[in-house]
Structures are given as C-alpha cells and as structure tokens.
C-alpha cells in the first residue's frame, strides 16, 4: 500500500534565532559564497566551482520541483534578527510510505560554532515529525567529519553503523586542484521519541513556529 501525498507546504520555521524559508533571488550572491567554502566543497558533492548559475538552477528550479512534487524540502536558514544567510538544511531521499527521508545542511563559514547547524536541524526534524508525520530521519556523515558527527550527536541521533567507502570526499593537492578521496559514511538515525532527549537548552532554542504559504 502506498501512502497518498500532494507534496510539501511553501512554509516558514521560526526559532528563537533563526527562520527557515524558502530560497529568494536576493539570496543568490551570499549562498553562491557559501557553496564555495572550503569545508563545503570538501564533504559535499556540489560542482567547484560553485557558480551563479549553478545556485539559481537550484533557488528557481531544483528546489521548488522537489517541494511540490514531495521529493524533499530545500530550506534557506537566516538570523532572526540581521536576515542574514546562516546555511541551508535539505530533505532529501523522502519515502511516503515509511515515512523517512534524510537531512544534509550546510552552514556559512562564518556563523560555524553558534549552535545554528543543530537548531536548524531540530526545528526541521520537529516539524517532519510533528506536521508531517514522519516517523524516521537519517543523517550520514563522513567518518573524518567530526564537526558533523557532533551535531547529529546534539539533536539527539542515534549512531547506527557504518558504511564501508560509501562516499567520496574532497581534498586540496599541492597545486591547489580538488582531488576524490573515498571515506567510510556513519549512519546516524533519528525517531520521534529520541527528540525526548535532546538537551533542554537545546530544546529551548529549537521551539518552533511555522507559517503555510508564506510568501
């Protein structure tokens, strides 16, 4: 049996700190900077460059195709109070019928070490659960991603294995170029009732709202 969808809502999360929305054409030039850092281009598999072309493909296209069509949910993450670009948290790999899909993000060089990339991730995670009735959501992580691995630890994730030279990776050479290394990829899980033991503070900064057809 299959489970009938009509894709995802045009919706806008907000937390004590942040709002999620969707992509606008004034976010262009901030998050073509941000997909070419270099920590980004080294544990994603986005084209590097990044251009401008690449990033609108996604903010008029890829993005809204995949929201109505209920493949996934591409979601800007902004400051509450500047509206400045943090990063961005991605649905993707979404099953109706169990009712599970994966998250990935990405957070600006510059707002690393806030906290944002586990409040993003969080009220996204509530608002599946909650509004969208999911019922699992993964994240992957390369094994040499530290950073990562503690986010998906601070949400509350549950380490369930790893996938052996499952993902490529990117490292710098001598002259500069990007070259492929394959790494291991660490499964992590995340339930409804795992939620239940997320630090309180934590909690506290993922409470959410959310707003339908918000622009």
Request: overall charge negative; some cysteine; charged content about 20%.
């Amino acid at each position: 049996m299959t489970t009938a969808f009509s894709g995802f809502p045009d919706i806008s999360i907000s937390t004590e700190r942040l709002v999620l929305r969707g992509f606008e054409e004034a976010d262009l030039q901030a998050f073509t900077e941000m997909m070419n850092d270099e920590l980004v281009t080294t544990w994603n598999t986005v084209p590097a460059p990044y251009t401008e072309t690449h990033a609108r493909a996604l903010i008029t296209r890829e993005a809204p195709a995949q929201r109505t069509a209920g493949r996934g949910v591409v979601l800007a993450v902004t400051e509450f109070l500047t509206q400045r670009l943090v990063g961005l948290v991605h649905l993707h790999h979404t099953d109706w019928r169990v009712r599970s899909g994966e998250l990935s993000y990405v957070i600006a060089p510059w707002a690393r070490g806030e906290g944002y990339a586990s409040e993003a991730l969080l009220a996204m995670a509530q608002w599946l659960f909650h509004d969208q009735r999911f019922e699992r959501l993964e994240l992957r992580t390369a094994a040499d991603n530290t950073a990562a691995q503690q986010v998906a630890q601070k949400i509350g994730c549950i380490s369930e294995g790893v996938l052996r030279g499952a993902w490529i990776a990117r490292s710098r050479t001598e002259d500069g170029t990007w070259t492929d290394v394959r790494t291991d990829l660490i499964v992590w899980s995340l339930l409804p009732e795992d939620l239940e033991g997320v630090p309180e503070h934590l909690a506290d900064h993922g409470g959410f709202s959310t707003y339908s057809d918000w622009n």
